[in-house]
């Protein structure tokens, strides 16, 4: 099973709101990842946590806020966004093994986010 | 750093034709190799990769990809295609040692009856 799962599917939400985006997996991958992906480009990558520890941070504006509270669940904070942040939110997941010839990261569905 | 480049944005093809979507990266270090598919309002899914070993990787849904090394390239084919295989491609890269994923700028591929 290579299944990771995020909620919601659809979220609009106005500039003074605050939302959280949520992923899971039940792999016992240690690795997991935030990416943004505009239309017609491909994903950009957000935040890496592994092991539970913020490992990579693309320079993200504060308005957004990654979360990691155990091994299986990854959230994204949100707050205060801008019209352009509007786009799909994808979650992804890795062994976050030593042996790196092993680590492939395995995608969510997303969260399409429109921010009004 | 690494780079990917699709060299194709789009690739109109009859249904039972063959497709082939092409891949070139640079690297100044080992990288592994990488195809993803995104099906209309979805998230990635992994088509294949390739590590290590034999050059020619076979996937999911009768795609295959090819890793030159000397012409740094990893291009995907499939001898005949669905409509249902209609979406975007992604070629993507990663550093041996690390996590990071690059992605190329995608192959929106329609497959017309």
């Known amino acids: 099973d290579t299944e990771v799962t995020q909620t919601p599917k659809h979220l609009v939400m106005g500039m003074t709101n605050k939302k959280s985006l949520k992923c899971e997996q039940h792999?016992?991958?240690?690795?997991m990842y935030w990416y943004k992906q505009k239309a017609k480009k491909p994903p950009e990558l957000m935040f890496v946590?592994?092991?539970?520890?913020?490992?990579i941070n693309e320079s993200v504006p504060s308005r957004f806020s990654p979360e990691c509270p155990n091994s299986s669940l990854l959230n994204l904070h949100l707050h205060a966004l801008q019209p352009e942040d509007s786009a799909l939110y994808l979650c992804a997941s890795s062994q976050g093994v030593r042996d790196r010839a092993q680590e492939t990261q395995y995608f969510g569905p997303g969260t399409r986010l429109l921010v009004l | 750093a690494q780079s990917v480049t699709q060299l194709d944005s789009q690739v109109p093809v009859f249904e039972e034709a063959p497709v082939e979507l092409r891949c070139n990266y640079s690297?100044?270090?080992?990288?592994?190799l990488f195809w993803y598919v995104q099906y209309p309002n979805q998230g990635l899914q992994l088509l294949l990769k390739?590590?290590?070993?034999?050059?020619l990787v076979k996937g999911i849904n009768g795609f295959e990809a090819e890793f030159n090394k000397s012409q740094t390239s990893f291009h995907l084919r499939k001898p005949s295609v669905h409509i249902s295989d209609t979406a975007e491609y992604f070629c993507?890269?990663?550093?041996?040692?690390?996590?990071?994923?690059?992605f190329g700028g995608g192959t929106r591929v329609l497959v017309k009856p």
């Open positions: 946590y592994s092991y539970e520890k913020l490992s």
């Open positions: 792999m016992g991958h240690r690795a």
């Open positions: 390739y590590l290590s070993g034999s050059t």
């Open positions: 993507a890269v990663r550093k041996a040692a690390g996590n990071k994923l690059t």
């Open positions: 690297s100044s270090v080992s990288v592994y």
